[in-house]
């Protein structure tokens, strides 16, 4: 929505959209009418002059932000309503946040891409389950891991199971598993939102367990902490 708001007690006439603005009165630009107005330069006179003010339906717009939104263009910022701060985003660095009413409280959570990966590739040495060497990670302090995928592939003649594990010092807490054919099979999963996975101070790592301890492997997985 585009408003026009008239800040003095005499009428504004934009005379390159025929149009007169009611003194300390308004007036709603018809949708039809937006290119009319983008087009206007005694409507950006105004705005910067502060004759007017442009209200996007919600708020009053400051000068840059109005003669952006008349032109069409977007505004810097986007402003977040229903807090007691309005808060802005419009910096790097910002986040955004979304908040769900459950029954008996409400959870906060930040929308963030995944961050964290290990990718390994190592030879199939022995016919035994096996750390793969490079994969463990522990998560940090205060935080918690989201898991968003888990990836393996093996060119051995024989089949290979992967497990991506978690660790509570020496106690396993979980795992997940998956079965490769060999000769350059691919599988795995993904999670485009994350999972909870592992707490604070927990251990993630991948094993490899081979039917025969010949060719090489490849494992990923990926991840973000909140």
Do not use: H
Request: aromatic content about 10%; charged content about 10%; proline content about 3%.
């Amino acid at each position: 929505m585009k408003i026009v708001k008239n800040n003095t007690a005499s009428i504004v006439f934009v005379s390159d959209t025929g149009v007169s603005v009611p003194a300390s009165g308004t007036y709603t630009i018809p949708s039809q009418d937006y290119l009319l107005w983008a087009a206007s330069d005694n409507i950006v006179t105004y705005i910067g002059n502060s004759t007017v003010t442009i209200n996007d339906g919600t708020s009053d717009l400051s000068i840059n932000n109005g003669t952006d939104l008349i032109l069409g263009n977007f505004p810097s910022q986007i402003k977040i309503q229903g807090n007691t701060t309005n808060t802005n985003i419009g910096n790097v660095g910002d986040a955004l946040k979304t908040s769900t009413n459950i029954t008996g409280g409400s959870i906060t959570a930040t929308l963030k891409f995944s961050d964290i990966q290990k990718n390994v590739e190592f030879n199939i040495t022995a016919k035994a389950e096996t750390d793969i060497t490079g994969t463990s990670y522990t998560v940090t302090t205060g935080k918690t891991f989201y898991v968003t995928s888990f990836m393996s592939s093996s060119d051995s003649p024989s089949p290979v199971s992967f497990r991506l594990k978690v660790y509570n010092g020496a106690t396993l807490i979980n795992s997940v598993k998956i079965n490769v054919a060999g000769n350059g099979a691919t599988c795995g999963f993904s999670w485009e939102n994350g999972i909870i996975f592992a707490q604070a101070g927990y251990t993630i790592k991948v094993t490899a367990e081979p039917q025969a301890a010949k060719g090489s492997g490849w494992v990923m997985f990926s991840g973000f902490e909140v």
